[in-house]
């Protein structure tokens, strides 16, 4: 690797934009399935969905793709988009919505740093849906190093979380 200073530790990605087939479809599912709010729509080719009044976190275009196919699998592209939940319990409610609407898991890992649930959305698209234990939590190797694993998550302690918080006790 080149020898470049790091990048400023705070930068974040702020937000993906994907192409869909079908952009009613895609809202479907990323509002009324995961829960996003729409922010703005640009007629039928565009839109732009987020949590919590932010501008956009994830944008939804047909400009190049209407009606077409996804992409192959085993070609280039988008691996998976990564949404990050603030907690647990908020993970265990996004588990919930999933099963309440039937969308299937494609797998879900304790990664010691993290635990997710990865899905497809309509248009084939990889979703991870995630939270992050604080950094005192994740797993280190003899010298300090980080040691990230990947095991299957228990899906029914995930679950058990979420059916003992009641609305009053969700932020929003």
């Known amino acids: 690797m080149i020898n470049t200073p790091s ?3 705070e930068v974040r990605i702020g937000h993906v934009h994907l192409k869909v087939a079908d952009l009613e479809r895609a809202l479907a599912f990323y509002c009324d399935v995961i829960g996003f709010q729409l922010t703005q729509r640009y007629g039928r080719d565009a839109a732009f969905i987020s ?5 956009h976190h994830i944008g939804l275009n047909t400009w190049e793709s209407r009606g077409s196919a996804p ?7 988008l691996f998976h988009l990564a949404v990050l939940y603030p907690t647990r319990a908020e993970l265990a409610d996004a588990l919930l919505r999933l099963k309440r609407t039937s ?15 990865y899905l497809r959305d309509p248009d084939e698209n990889g979703v991870e849906l995630y939270w992050d234990r604080s950094r005192e939590q994740w797993p280190r190797t003899a010298d ?3 040691e990230m694993i990947t095991r299957p ?3 029914d302690n995930l ?14």
Not at 51 to 55: E, I, L, R, T, W
Not at 159 to 172: C, E, G, M
């Open 7 to 9: 990048i400023h530790p």
């Open 51 to 55: 949590a919590g009044g932010y501008h």
């Open 71 to 77: 992409p192959p699998r085993g070609s280039t592209g």
């Open 103 to 117: 969308v299937p898991l494609d797998g879900a890992s304790d990664h010691g740093v993290s635990e997710a649930l």
């Open 144 to 146: 300090g190093g980080l």
């Open 153 to 155: 998550l228990d899906l």
């Open 159 to 172: 679950l058990a979380q979420a059916k003992t918080r009641s609305p009053q006790n969700r932020s929003s």
